[in-house]
T-cell receptor, first 110, second 117 residues
């Protein structure tokens, strides 16, 4: 079955810098990959979806890439702000269901 | 616009007790899901309902039952709670596009924090 790996170590960056989070998967390439944001005590909130035939997708300061050769998705937040501090989850489809990674905690310091 | 509403928000049970977690969505979504989230484990799917009238097991269904009461409501029942079921439980919903609902964003409630002593 599919296994998803996100960096379990928290990512600490300075305000204004670009944050880059990684999502690696182990088996077949999924047709879709999604990214979510989760704040403490809250449920995940959908951010972006990227399809396997899309190399890159952007939404405001967010950018997601999808490399099916490397079996990897990168999630970028440009001009990061303290309000971007949260845990970010990637998820991919398997057999019609979503499989989630464990998430990477991002902390943006002013 | 409430989205996905879960009740209760917190609950403490003793081992062997039973309870039902409630979930309702007001987005007219066809598909609904129950997940549990444990530290370091990520979200794991317990059960899901692709559409009204159907339910299927997810990755970790043992010890749980579900009921899709109508299009809006999807409940999760613990018949005999065990300490291993201490977790945060999330309900989610999504639209159904043809037969593939995994390409649709999921909308989550804010969870039920359940402790079993």
């Amino acid at each position: 079955s599919q296994k998803i790996e996100q960096n379990s170590e928290a990512l600490n960056i300075q305000e204004g810098k670009t944050a880059t989070l990684t999502c690696n998967y182990t088996n077949y390439s999924p047709a879709y990959l999604q990214w979510y944001r989760q704040d403490p005590g809250r449920g995940p909130v959908f951010l972006l979806l990227i399809r396997e035939n899309e190399k890159e997708k952007r939404k405001e300061r967010l950018k997601v890439t999808f490399d099916t050769t490397l079996k990897q998705s990168l999630f970028h937040i440009t001009a990061s702000q303290p309000a971007d501090s949260a845990t970010y989850l990637c998820a991919l489809n398997q057999g019609g269901k979503l499989i989630f990674g464990q998430g990477t905690e991002l902390s943006v310091k002013p | 616009n409430a989205g996905v509403t879960q009740t209760p928000k917190f609950q403490v049970l003793k081992t062997g007790q039973s309870m039902t977690l409630q979930c309702a969505q007001d987005m007219n979504h066809n598909s609904m899901y129950w997940y549990r989230q444990d530290p370091g484990m990520g979200l794991r799917l317990i059960y899901y309902s692709a559409s009204e009238g159907t339910t299927d097991k997810g990755e970790v269904p043992n010890g749980y039952n579900v009921s899709r009461l109508n299009k809006r409501e999807f409940s999760l029942r613990l018949e005999s709670a065990a300490p291993s079921q201490t977790s945060v439980y999330f309900c989610a919903s999504s639209a159904l596009l043809r037969t593939d609902y995994s390409n649709q964003p999921q909308h989550f409630g804010d969870g039920t924090r359940l402790s079993i002593l």
